[in-house]
């Protein structure tokens, strides 16, 4: 195992201390190397899709942080769909735009389209052979229910209303529009893996909207085929469920989903989680954003409690959702060297102290 890097040690049920450390939506619009590319090249759907941008922004915080462990491909969950043949646009303060809302046009009227996945898959393999000695690459899609809310609604929706009363009202309708996500995303992640991803993640940013019952059936069920179908096409590739807003049903998602490893939101105690899963299953997670951007003593007591709740168990640590576009730089830095060896004693001091 020593031959792995840190961040897949973990994955591999190591316990490290300090432990590896990633964050979500490390590659972005905090950094200032990011905008600056982001104006001179245009769109970010054009920088998703242009392999040497997007190999360039995923390697970017590697660079300003050597503490970082691992990169996360820069790309966008909704590839997939505009994969699956619907058209996709970006609106600077408005989000994303599919097209036709499949509330409104079947599935079958879309023609697919898998070029895009060709770009991703380039640029997973730049990365790949552009990695510092010692860094991992994870690549990522959302999970079905997720983008199947996207592709319902055409664009992010409150409370993901319109995917949800679809699910209630045509079963057999919705049941089909999430096979079709499960069945492109396998190909679009052993492609990922194909090309140099040593890690996947999966994204189920709006599993929290759900009740119990629907989360069993359109959160736990179809993660559960993708992660099985993914051990038979990329064995021995571990994959990070990230179940955002789960709550006290996150334990049964890593159960029953067979993920490597579970990420934890910031609006969980980590420690309960932690008490309700096998303590052998890596967590990943779940400083709240919002203390890295107060940074200070605020982020130094939260980074405090994660480590202490994490004791003994294989950890990663990251934030519990992306990082936040207004971060200063220097809170990154305050966060990069606290998880440095010689810090150890300080937080173990801040912790005490609480």
């Known amino acids: 195992m020593s031959a792995l890097s840190p961040f897949l040690q973990v994955l591999a049920g190591a316990v490290l201390s300090p432990p590896p450390v990633w964050m979500m939506r490390q590659a972005g619009r905090y950094l200032p190397e990011y905008r600056d590319l982001r104006e001179s090249k245009g769109s970010f759907l054009a920088l998703c899709l242009d392999p040497g941008s997007a190999c360039e922004i995923t390697l970017q915080p590697l660079r300003r942080f050597p503490r970082i462990d691992a990169a996360i491909l820069f790309s966008d969950i909704l590839i997939v769909p505009m994969a699956m043949g619907q058209s996709l646009s970006f609106t600077e303060?408005?989000?994303?735009?599919?097209?036709?809302?499949?509330?409104?046009?079947?599935?079958?009227?879309?023609?697919?389209?898998?070029?895009p996945y060709a770009r991703v898959w380039e640029t997973v393999a730049r990365v790949r052979a552009a990695l510092p000695?010692?860094?991992?690459?994870?690549?990522?899609?959302?999970?079905p229910w997720t983008v199947a809310t996207y592709m319902v609604a055409g664009q992010g929706s409150k409370e993901q209303a319109e995917a949800r009363l679809m699910a209630y009202r045509n079963r057999g309708r919705f049941a089909a529009l999430i096979?079709?996500?499960v069945a492109d995303t396998l190909d679009y992640l052993v492609g990922q893996v194909e090309a140099g991803a040593q890690a996947l993640m999966l994204f189920d940013s709006w599993s929290g909207s759900l009740p119990p019952a629907e989360f069993e059936r359109w959160v736990i069920a179809p993660t559960a085929r993708l992660v099985d179908a993914l051990a038979r096409r990329a064995p021995g590739v571990p994959v990070i469920g990230f179940p955002r807003g789960a709550g006290h049903k996150a334990p049964a998602y890593a159960r029953e989903t067979g993920v490597t490893a579970l990420a934890v939101d910031e609006s969980a105690d980590l420690a309960w989680v932690a008490s309700q899963v096998p303590e052998t299953?890596?967590?990943?997670?779940?400083?709240?954003?919002v203390a890295l951007k107060a940074g200070g003593a605020a982020l130094d007591d939260a980074l405090a409690r994660i480590l202490e709740a994490m004791t003994g168990r294989p950890h990663v640590l990251n934030l519990g959702h992306g990082i936040d576009r207004f971060t200063p730089i220097a809170h990154v830095e305050q966060l990069m060297e606290a998880l440095s060896p010689a810090a150890d004693s300080r937080l173990a001091a801040t912790a005490t102290a609480r």
């Open 281 to 289: 299953l890596p967590l990943q997670g779940n400083l709240d954003p």
């Open 133 to 143: 000695p010692g860094k991992s690459l994870i690549g990522f899609a959302g999970s």
């Open 93 to 115: 303060g408005e989000g994303p735009r599919l097209a036709p809302p499949l509330a409104e046009a079947p599935l079958e009227s879309l023609a697919a389209d898998r070029s």
């Open 179 to 181: 096979d079709s996500i």
